[in-house]
C-alpha cells in the first residue's frame, strides 16, 4: 500500500493487470492518452484490469517512485516484467505489445 | 565467477532484457519525434524536475489549476479525461479515483436528467445546467458550463463547474436579512405611527392646559401686576414667557408631524413672490436689525406653496436671528437653473432643477455640526441668546425632502452660513388614486 | 336692548366660567346657558331653555363627549324647530379641514379658543355683534 493512496482497498491486489498511466494535466497527447487506454482496456482486458491514472502535474510526489524520463508514460506492473510505453498510445498494437498482449 | 554461475536461460532473459529497454528507448525517441510528449523528466541529485514541452499553454494550466472553479474535459462517451484539483476538492476523491471515470457516476440520480440533457446537447452549442454533485456526506450545488472543443484527434467537452454552495447561502441570507428588514419596516411604521397619535394627542390635549395657564395668568397679571415688587413682576413674566415658548413647541411640533401626513400636491409656485410677501412680514425684525437683504431673482417651480413659505420663512428669519452682535445683518439669495440633481451639477438657463442659495453674515458655526443641524429639537445655539424652538430646519429638511429635493449647508464660525437648496421644477404628475 | 341669550356646550369647566364672566362684562351683557355635551344641549332646548325660550346663539366646543360640535351642529340644522339658530364652533386647534366641515355643515363661524383675556373679548364682541 502506498502512503498516497487513500482508498483503503487497493483494487490493485486482485486485478491481472495492472497499470498506470502517468499524465500532465489537461495536454492533447494527455487527454489522448487516457481516451486510448481506457478504449483498449474495455476492449481487450475487460475486468482484468486495474488502471490508475496519475496527473504528475498535480501529484508530483508520485513522480519519485517511478523512473519516468518522458510523459505521458504507461507502465505495466504485472503481469510479468515492468513494461513502459511513452507518447499518446494511439497505435493500438505497440500498446498491446507492452502489455504483452500481442500474439 | 558469478557471471560463470548464470545460466543460459538467465542470458537470455538478460538478453531480452536489453533489447525491451533498447526498443522503449527507442519508442520513446519516436514518440517524441511523433510530438507524443507533453513533458520530460529530469532526474538530478535526488530531485525530478518536469519540463513540459508545450509551454505554450503552460500559463493556462496553471490557471486551470489554481482557479477556483472546478474544470473537467469529458470525452464523447462521458469520461473523465482530466479534472483539475478543485474538482477534486469538491467531490472529495482523489484525481487518480477520478480520471477515465463516467463524470455521471459523480452526480446525484436527481440530476441525471439535467445532466444527460446538457451532456446530448452540448456538443452543437454551450449550454449551463445546475445539478448536484455527490461529495463526501453532502451533497454540492453546482453549475454546470460546458463548451465542446474540436481538437485534432476529436471533440472533447470541456466543462466548467461553478460551486453554487456560497451563492445559495447568500441568497438564502439575503431573503433572511431582507424579511428582518421587512419587520424592522413594520415596526418602524407602526412607530411613526404612534409617534403621529402623539404628536396629534400632543397637539390638542397638551395645548388645553397650556391654553389655561396663558389665560389665568393674563388675569392675574391684569387684576394685580401692581401690587406685584420687581421681583414677583419678573417671576409672573417668565411664567407667561414660558408658556408662549411651550406654545410655539407645540405648534411646531404639529406642523412637523402634520408634514409626515400629508400628501404632496404640487402647484406652480412662483418663489419670488413668496420671498417678497415674507420680506413685507418681516419687515419689522429687517428694519429692527438694520438687516440688507438682497434677491437676485428665483424660479417658478412645481411645490407646495405653504410649504415653501415655511422653508424660506424658516431660513430667512434664521439669517436674521443668527447675526453677529453689532453687525448689520446681510443676507444674499440667489437662483440658478442646473443641469443635474447635484451641487456639483453645471448650470444651465434651461436646467430642469434650480439651486436657491441663502447667504448670511451671521454667526455662522462649526461644520463639524453639520449633520445635527436638520435633526429635531438640535439647537446649535443656545436659547438664552437665540430664540427657537429647534424644529424649524428638521421641518425645512423636511419639505425639502417631500419635493424630491437636497439641501446643504456650508458655514463658518464668526463669518457667515449659506443654505442651498436644489429643487426639480418639474414635479411628476400625481397618478389618481 | 335686552340680553342676549348664549347657549355655550363646553366639557371644560374652565372655559364655561370664562365665557360666562367675559360675556357678562359686555355693554350688552350675553345671558350665558350651559350644556357639558352635545347631547344635553339637544335635551335643553327641547326643554325651552327650561322656560326662558330658545338662546339667540350656540356655542358648541368641538372636542366633547358623547356628541362632539360636528355631530351636534349637523343635528341642529336637521331639526325644523332649532336650525334656525346661528351655531358658532370652537376648537382648541380649528384646522381648516374642521373649518371648511363646519361652514358646510351650516355653521356662521369657526374660531379658535382664546388664550388671553383680549381674545375671550374679542371674540363674544364679534359673536354678539354678528346676531344683532
Known amino acids: ?103 | 565467477m558469478e557471471r560463470r554461475a548464470q545460466t543460459i536461460e538467465d542470458l537470455l532473459r538478460e538478453l531480452e532484457e536489453t533489447r525491451q529497454q533498447l526498443y522503449e528507448a527507442e519508442e520513446t525517441i519516436e514518440a517524441i519525434r511523433t510530438g507524443q510528449v507533453d513533458a520530460l523528466v529530469v532526474h538530478s541529485e535526488g530531485v525530478h524536475q518536469l519540463y513540459t514541452l508545450q509551454s505554450a499553454d503552460h500559463a493556462y494550466r496553471v490557471f486551470i489549476e489554481k482557479m477556483s472553479e472546478g474544470a473537467i474535459t469529458l470525452n464523447e462517451s462521458g469520461l473523465v479525461l482530466y479534472a483539475n484539483t478543485q474538482f477534486a476538492t469538491m467531490i472529495g476523491h482523489p484525481l487518480s479515483g477520478i480520471i477515465g471515470l463516467p463524470f455521471r457516476n459523480f452526480l446525484t440520480p436527481e440530476s441525471h436528467p439535467a445532466y444527460d440533457e446538457l451532456f446530448s446537447a452540448s456538443w452543437s452549442t454551450d449550454v449551463k445546467a445546475e445539478v448536484e454533485l455527490l461529495g463526501t456526506g453532502s451533497r454540492v450545488p453546482v453549475q454546470l458550463s460546458s463548451t465542446a472543443l474540436e481538437l485534432i484527434e476529436g471533440i472533447s467537452l470541456c466543462v466548467i463547474i461553478t460551486d453554487l454552495t456560497a451563492q445559495k447561502n447568500v441568497r438564502q441570507q439575503l431573503e433572511h436579512s431582507n424579511r428582518e428588514l421587512d419587520q424592522l419596516n413594520k415596526s418602524l411604521e407602526a412607530s411613526n405611527h404612534d409617534l403621529q397619535q402623539f404628536a396629534s394627542v400632543a397637539s390638542h390635549d397638551l395645548q388645553e392646559p397650556l391654553r389655561k395657564i396663558q389665560i389665568f395668568t393674563n388675569i392675574l397679571s391684569n387684576s394685580c401686576l401692581h401690587k406685584l415688587n420687581a421681583d414677583e413682576t419678573r417671576y409672573l413674566n417668565k411664567v407667561t414667557a414660558s408658556a408662549s415658548r411651550m406654545k410655539e413647541l407645540i405648534r411646531d411640533v404639529l406642523n412637523y408631524s402634520k408634514l409626515s401626513a400629508s400628501e404632496e400636491r404640487f402647484t406652480r409656485t412662483d418663489l419670488d413672490v413668496i420671498v417678497k410677501e415674507l420680506l413685507e412680514d418681516l419687515e419689522l425684525m429687517i428694519t429692527e436689525r438694520g438687516a440688507r437683504i438682497s434677491n437676485a431673482g428665483l424660479p417658478s417651480v412645481d411645490a407646495n406653496p405653504g410649504q415653501m413659505r415655511q422653508v424660506f420663512q424658516n431660513l430667512l428669519s434664521n439669517a436674521l436671528k443668527f447675526s453677529r452682535p453689532g453687525i448689520a445683518p446681510e443676507i444674499r439669495i440667489t437662483g440658478r437653473k442646473l443641469l443635474h440633481p447635484g451641487f456639483d451639477s453645471v448650470e444651465h438657463p434651461e436646467g430642469p432643477y434650480c439651486l436657491i442659495s441663502i447667504q448670511d453674515n451671521g454667526i455662522g458655526f462649526d461644520e463639524k455640526y453639520i449633520y445635527k443641524i436638520f435633526s429635531l429639537f438640535e439647537r446649535l445655539h443656545t436659547k438664552e441668546h437665540y430664540e427657537g424652538t429647534g424644529i424649524g430646519l428638521a421641518i425645512t429638511k423636511k419639505i425639502v425632502d417631500k419635493h424630491r429635493g437636497l439641501i446643504q449647508v456650508h458655514s463658518t464660525e464668526g463669518v457667515g452660513t449659506c443654505f442651498e437648496i436644489i429643487l426639480p421644477v418639474l414635479q411628476p404628475e400625481k397618478k389618481p388614486a | 336692548m335686552l340680553p342676549r341669550k348664549i347657549l355655550l356646550a363646553a366639557d371644560d369647566s374652565d372655559d364655561r366660567e370664562l365665557f360666562r364672566l367675559y360675556a357678562a362684562a359686555r355693554p350688552v351683557p350675553g345671558l350665558v346657558h350651559v350644556a357639558e355635551n352635545g347631547a344635553e344641549v339637544i335635551e335643553l332646548l327641547s326643554d325651552g331653555l327650561t322656560g326662558t325660550g330658545l338662546p339667540d346663539v350656540i356655542v358648541l366646543d368641538q372636542n366633547m363627549p358623547r356628541k362632539n360640535g360636528i355631530e351636534t351642529l349637523a343635528e341642529l340644522k336637521r331639526s325644523p324647530a332649532f336650525r334656525a339658530i346661528p351655531v358658532f364652533i370652537y376648537s382648541t386647534y380649528a384646522s381648516e379641514a374642521l373649518r371648511v366641515q363646519c361652514l358646510q355643515l351650516g355653521a356662521l363661524s369657526v374660531f379658535q379658543k382664546p388664550d388671553s383675556p383680549e381674545a375671550y373679548q374679542y371674540i363674544i364682541d364679534g359673536i354678539l355683534r354678528l346676531i344683532s
Open chain 1, 1 to 103: 500500500m502506498k502512503a498516497q493512496d487513500p482508498v483503503p482497498q487497493d483494487p490493485e491486489a486482485e486485478a491481472e493487470y495492472v497499470l498506470r498511466l502517468f499524465i500532465t494535466g489537461a495536454t492533447p497527447n494527455s487527454l489522448r492518452a487516457v481516451s486510448n487506454i481506457r478504449e483498449i482496456c474495455d476492449r481487450y482486458l475487460a475486468g482484468r484490469y486495474s488502471l490508475k491514472i496519475i496527473d504528475v502535474s498535480q501529484e508530483g510526489t508520485l513522480v519519485q517512485e517511478e523512473q519516468i524520463i518522458a510523459l505521458p508514460l504507461l507502465v505495466k506492473k504485472s503481469p510479468g516484467p515492468e513494461r513502459k510505453l511513452i507518447g499518446d498510445l494511439s497505435q493500438t498494437e505497440k500498446v498491446l505489445k507492452a502489455l504483452g498482449l500481442n500474439p
